[in-house]
C-alpha cells in the first residue's frame, strides 16, 4: 500500500490494521479504541464484543506497550494469553471519573524508571544544589502528565489526543529500533517517536485523522 505520509523515518498509511499488521515488523506502542462510544469522525467505538476483541487481539499484539483502562487491559491481556511483564500509571489531574490510565507491556520489558521526572520542589536550597551539580529526579513508574484539552495550544480536531510526553514516556521505556501505533489517530506516537530519533509507522483507519497526523509531522519537519 503506499503511504499516506511518508518523510524522515516516519510512515503513516491509511487503512485497516487488521490488514496491514501481519507484514509489519516492529514494537506496537498505541492507545487502541476504548469501545465506550466515543464520537470519531467515521464511528467504529460501538463494536460488538466479539468483533472489539478480535481488533484487540490484532492491534495489540506482542511485543507491544498499551495505555488504557485498567478494564481494558485486563482484557488485553485475557486476549493475548500474556501477563503484562510490567505496569505502569499515568496520573493526570482532571475534573473527570477517572484520574490515571494503566500502560503495560505485554511481551517486552519495560523501564519506566530509566526516564526521569523533574523535581518536584526545585526552590528547596537542597533540590537547587542538586540540579547545579547535574543531577535529575529519579524515574518511577507513574507519570503526571495533564491530558490535551480543548484549550491546549496542540489540540486537535480528534476528540481523544494523547499528550506527547505520555507517548514519549512510552517511547523511551521501551527497547525497539522500530516503532508501530495501528491507531494513530491524530498522529501523537508518530510525532513522539520522531522526537526521540525512533522508526515509526502509523496505521490510521479515518482519512480525515490521517491528514491532521500528517500535518502535525510537516509541522515538526519545519521546527
Known amino acids: 500500500m503506499k503511504p499516506y505520509y511518508e518523510a524522515d523515518g516516519v510512515t503513516l498509511y491509511h487503512g485497516d490494521c487488521r490488514e496491514l499488521l501481519p507484514s509489519l515488523e516492529g514494537v506496537i506502542v498505541t492507545d487502541p479504541p476504548y469501545n465506550v462510544g466515543y464520537h470519531y469522525a467515521s464511528g467504529g467505538d460501538n463494536r460488538a464484543q466479539a468483533d472489539y476483541e478480535a481488533l484487540l487481539a490484532i492491534g495489540c499484539r506482542a511485543p507491544a506497550v498499551v495505555v488504557c483502562y485498567p478494564e481494558i487491559q485486563f482484557r488485553i491481556s485475557r486476549i493475548l494469553g500474556l501477563e503484562p511483564t510490567r505496569c505502569a500509571a499515568w496520573v493526570y489531574p482532571a475534573n473527570t471519573p477517572r484520574q490515571f490510565r494503566m500502560v503495560a507491556w505485554y511481551g517486552t520489558d519495560g ?71 495501528p491507531f494513530a489517530g491524530s498522529g501523537t506516537t508518530l510525532v513522539a517517536a520522531r522526537q526521540l530519533g525512533r522508526k515509526a509507522i502509523g496505521i490510521e483507519a479515518d482519512e480525515s485523522y490521517c491528514e491532521i497526523a500528517a500535518e502535525r509531522l510537516r509541522q515538526g519537519l519545519l521546527l
Open 111 to 181: 523501564y519506566p524508571e530509566r526516564v526521569p521526572q523533574a523535581y518536584r520542589n526545585p526552590e528547596d536550597r537542597r533540590i537547587a544544589q542538586r540540579i547545579a551539580d547535574g543531577h535529575q529526579a529519579r524515574g518511577y513508574d507513574w507519570r503526571e502528565i495533564p491530558q490535551v484539552k480543548n484549550v491546549s495550544a496542540d489540540k486537535t480536531a480528534h476528540p481523544c489526543q494523547n499528550p506527547v510526553e505520555v507517548m514519549a514516556w512510552m517511547i523511551q521505556a521501551t527497547d525497539g529500533d522500530t516503532i508501530i501505533d
